[in-house]
C-alpha cells in the first residue's frame, strides 16, 4: 500500500532501485556526458564492465534531430547525396536554392536533312571537268563542299507540318520567329538598298552630365538623352554581331567632363544614308552618282524605318522547307535547328551520302562518266572522257607511241612524257584513250585503271614519283583510295609470329591517314583554281 512508503511525512523511495535511467546499451566501459552547445563526449564507467566476449561498443553521441539523410565527408566542401555517393546535396528537389541551375534539355528538330553542293560552286566545278578532261575522285569532291560552308547548302523540312520557317528572299537565311527575321533583314540587306554617307555637322550644345562608352571596342556613343542614340547602339550592336539586348549590358557610363568633351569633339562628323536608285529607273543622260545625290538625305532611324515599311516587307516569306548555305545555317540561334544540323554534318562526314547522290544525278546530267579504279571495289572518278582503249593497229604511229610509253612507264606522269609526244595526249585524253588523273599521272584506259596517290615531298621531282613502281605494285593502294564504307574489309588473320609489332601498325596507320589528307588538299587545290 501507498501509506506504507510514508514514514514520518516522508517518501521511502529506496524500493524504487537506481536512479540510473541510461539504456541498456550504454552498459560498458564508457558512457556519454554532456558538453555543452550540443556536444557529446565519452568518459569511463569504472562501474559497469564489458560483455564479455564482445569488444566494448563505440558511441559517438546521438544522432542530432532533422533529416539525417543528407551526410557530409570529412574534407570540406564534399556534400553527399541521400544514398551515401558523391554528388550535389540534396534539397528538397529544388537545386536552385545552393546556387545550381537545372540544365534545359534541348531536343533537335526531327526533319528531312539534305546537305546538298551549292549550284554555282557545283557548276564551276563541271565546266573545270568537261574542259580539262582530268579525272576527279567522287569522295574528295563531296569532302570540298563540307569543308567549304560557303559553298555547300542544307534543306531542310521538318516532320511537324505545323512547323514553318520565316525565309530572306534576298540570301535565303530561314529562322522561326519574324522578329529574328526582321533582325536579318535589318543588319544584313540596309546597306543594298541605302547608300552611307559622313558629313560635317555642328558639335552638339548644352551641358551632358555623362556619356556612355562601348564596353567591347571604348568608342564613345554619346549621352543616353541625345537624338540618336537608340539607333547609334543598334548599329553597334549589328555590326558586333550581338544582340542588342546583350551589348546594352556592356554599355558602360563615364561622368568625367574630359570624356564628354572628347565625345563632343567627335560628334562633328555624322552619317546620313541616301536610298539607291535601280539603273533601269534613271535616265539616260545622267549617272548613277548623280541620281544618288538627288535623293534626300536621312538619319539612321529614318532610314530604318522608311526600309522596315516599304522595302523590308517584300524580303519577306514563310515556306515549309529551308534552303540557306551551311555558313548560315551553323550561325543560326534556334537550337533545335542548329543541333538537328550538326548531327546531320557529322553523319555526312562520317560518309557522303547525300552529297553522293547529289553530285551522281548532277555530273549524269551533264554527260560525265564513272568508273573505279584498280579493281571493282576501288575509289571512284568522275571523267568527261569514257576510257576506251585505242586499237593501236590502225592509228597513226604517233599516237600509238604515246598510248605504247603508258603502258611501258605505268602511272607515269605528264612530265615524263618526251616532248614530241606532249602535243598528241590532249586528243587521246579527250577521246578517253588515256586516262589523265587530276593529279598528272596517266594510266591506260582498262575496265580499271589503274590509280595511286603522289608521294608526301610535294617538291620531289616528277622522276622520283614514279620511281619504284616495278617494285610496289598499284594494287597494294587499293586500301587508301577506296570509299568510307569499305576501308576497313574483312580479312584472315595473319599467323602469330608473321604478325608486325604494334608500332610498325600505328606507323603504317598514321601513314595512311597523312596519305587520304594529302589526297584532300591536292583535290581541293585543283578545285579552287
Not at 563615364?254 to 563632343?264: I, K, L, M, P
Not at 553523319?347 to 557522303?352: A, I, N, Q, Y
Amino acid at each position: 500500500m501507498a501509506e506504507d512508503n510514508v514514514q514520518n511525512g516522508a517518501i521511502d523511495l529506496s524500493g524504487l532501485g537506481s536512479f540510473d535511467f541510461a539504456p541498456s546499451w550504454t552498459a560498458g566501459d564508457k558512457v556519454v556526458a554532456k558538453t555543452g552547445r550540443g556536444g557529446f563526449r565519452e568518459q569511463e564507467n569504472e562501474e559497469r564492465a564489458p560483455r564479455e566476449g564482445r569488444a566494448p561498443r563505440r558511441f559517438d553521441g546521438p544522432k542530432p534531430s532533422g533529416d539525417h539523410s543528407f551526410k557530409r565527408d570529412s574534407r570540406p566542401g564534399k556534400p553527399f547525396n541521400r544514398d551515401g555517393k558523391g554528388g550535389r546535396p540534396f534539397n528538397g528537389g529544388k537545386p536552385e536554392k545552393r546556387g545550381f541551375v537545372k540544365r534545359e534539355f534541348i531536343k533537335p528538330l526531327e526533319a528531312e536533312i539534305r546537305v546538298l553542293p551549292g549550284q554555282k560552286e557545283l557548276g564551276g566545278i563541271i565546266r573545270k571537268i568537261q574542259t580539262g578532261f582530268a579525272a576527279y575522285p567522287l569522295k574528295q569532291i563531296a569532302w570540298f563542299f563540307l569543308d567549304h560552308p560557303e559553298a555547300c547548302h542544307v534543306k531542310v523540312t521538318p516532320k511537324d507540318p505545323q512547323i514553318k520557317f520565316h525565309v530572306c528572299k534576298a540570301c535565303g537565311f530561314a529562322c522561326f520567329s519574324e522578329e529574328a527575321l526582321d533582325a536579318h533583314i535589318m543588319s544584313t540587306h540596309l546597306g543594298d538598298y541605302y547608300t552611307a554617307e559622313e558629313m560635317d555637322v555642328e558639335p552638339p550644345s548644352g551641358q551632358f552630365g555623362c556619356v556612355v562608352k562601348c564596353g567591347v571596342t571604348g568608342e564613345l556613343i554619346g549621352p543616353p538623352n541625345l537624338h540618336g542614340y537608340n539607333s547609334k547602339v543598334r548599329e553597334l550592336a549589328q555590326r558586333l554581331g550581338m544582340n542588342e539586348n546583350d551589348y546594352r549590358a556592356r554599355l558602360v557610363t563615364v561622368r568625367d567632363q574630359e570624356s564628354v568633351e572628347a565625345w563632343r569633339q567627335t560628334a562633328t562628323k555624322k552619317v546620313f544614308y541616301r536610298l539607291k536608285v535601280a539603273e533601269s529607273e534613271a535616265k539616260a543622260e545622267e549617272s548613277a552618282e548623280t541620281e544618288v545625290a538627288a535623293s534626300p538625305a536621312l538619319e539612321r532611324d529614318q532610314a530604318e524605318a522608311e526600309f522596315r515599311r516599304n522595302i523590308a516587307p517584300q524580303l519577306k516569306s514563310v515556306s515549309k522547307s529551308s534552303d540557306m548555305t551551311l555558313a548560315q545555317a551553323l550561325k543560326s540561334a534556334d537550337r533545335p535547328y542548329l543541333f538537328a544540323v550538326r548531327d546531320a554534318i557529322a553523319k555526312e562526314r562520317r560518309f557522303p551520302a547525300s552529297l553522293f547522290f547529289a553530285l551522281r544525278g548532277a555530273f549524269h546530267h551533264r554527260k560525265l562518266v564513272f568508273f573505279r579504279a584498280n579493281d571493282p571495289r576501288g575509289q571512284e572518278f568522275v571523267s568527261a572522257s569514257k576510257p576506251t582503249p585505242l586499237d593501236t593497229e590502225h592509228a597513226i604511229p604517233e599516237l600509238g607511241a604515246v598510248v605504247k610509253f603508258v603502258e611501258e612507264h605505268p602511272l607515269c606522269s605528264v612530265g615524263d612524257l618526251p616532248p614530241e609526244m606532249k602535243g598528241h595526249l590532249g586528243w587521246l585524253v579527250e577521246k578517253g584513250h588515256v586516262v589523265q588523273y587530276f593529279n598528272g599521272l596517266l594510266a591506260l584506259p582498262e575496265d580499271h585503271p589503274k590509280f595511286r596517290s603522289l608521294p608526301a615531298k610535294k617538291d620531289a621531282p616528277a622522276s622520283d614519283a614514279t620511281e619504284g613502281n616495278d617494285a610496289a605494285p598499284v594494287e597494294t593502294s587499293v586500301a587508301e583510295t577506296a570509299p568510307a564504307a569499305e576501308e576497313n574489309p574483312v580479312v584472315e588473320s595473319a599467323p602469330v609470329e608473321d604478325a608486325p609489332a604494334a608500332e610498325e601498325v600505328k606507323t603504317e596507320q598514321i601513314t595512311e591517314v597523312e596519305k587520304k589528307e594529302e589526297v584532300s588538299n591536292e583535290v581541293a587545290d585543283k578545285l579552287a583554281e
